[in-house]
């Protein structure tokens, strides 16, 4: 499984991107996807995920609630994240992840998932 992770850029505070996760070399909607973020020197944040294997089920963390909302289109490989309403705080190197979902585990955390992206940087100034 292959991970392109792109659409980071530098954008305002109170501005919106979208985040781009094109998806090869596994069917999509066989695979949990996730966003992740982090900060140098700190350690990686989940941001969001989306169940697979046939399960709808979404996750954002406390931070973006509200302001960020993750999408899949299965057909076209590809995971979106919409980022409304950034905040300085959100400045970080983003990246996606996938894993086959095979109903158990915690989807939160970054060791669930094998497959990376190489991350893209989000920066938002105030």
């Known amino acids: 499984v292959q991970l392109q992770a792109s659409g980071g850029g530098l954008v305002q505070a109170g501005g919106s991107l979208r985040l781009s996760c094109l998806v090869s070399?596994?069917?999509?909607?066989?695979?949990?996807v996730a966003w992740f973020r982090q900060v140098p020197g700190n350690e990686r944040e989940g941001v969001s995920y989306s169940s697979g294997g046939g399960r709808t089920t979404t996750y954002y963390s406390d931070s973006v609630e509200g302001r960020f909302t993750i999408s899949r289109d299965n057909a076209n490989l590809m995971v979106f994240l919409q980022m409304n309403n950034l905040k300085t705080e959100d400045t970080a190197v983003h990246y996606c992840?996938?894993?086959?979902?095979?109903?158990?585990?915690?989807?939160?955390?970054?060791?669930?998932?094998?497959?990376w992206g190489q991350g893209t940087l989000v920066t938002v100034s105030s």
């Open positions: 070399g596994q069917k999509l909607g066989n695979l949990a």
């Open positions: 992840a996938a894993n086959v979902d095979l109903g158990a585990g915690t989807l939160r955390i970054s060791t669930y998932y094998d497959y």
